[in-house]
């Protein structure tokens, strides 16, 4: 499996961050955006992509990615 973090700036333009090779790493990447981003304008979410192509796209819970919350 693959991990992927999706970006979408502004919740308009989509990108992709990655791969990451474990999902902590990748949770800490969304954090250290979130932590960058303090008016909360971009959507963040995981993107597992398994071994047969089958993609997988999932939110994160807010205390994963809001400084304030940790």
């Known amino acids: 499996m693959t991990r992927w ?3 979408v700036e502004d ?6 961050e990655g791969p990451f090779k474990s999902d902590k790493l990748r949770v800490d990447a969304a954090y ?3 932590s960058k981003d303090l008016q909360e304008r971009d ?9 047969s192509g089958s993609p997988r796209i999932s ?3 807010s205390r994963e990615v809001n400084p304030e919350l940790t």
């Open 5 to 7: 973090l999706v970006v």
């Open 59 to 61: 939110p994160f819970i």
């Open 32 to 34: 250290e955006h979130r």
């Open 11 to 16: 919740d308009l333009e989509p990108r992709l």
């Open 43 to 51: 959507g963040l979410f995981r993107l597992d992509i398994s071994a």
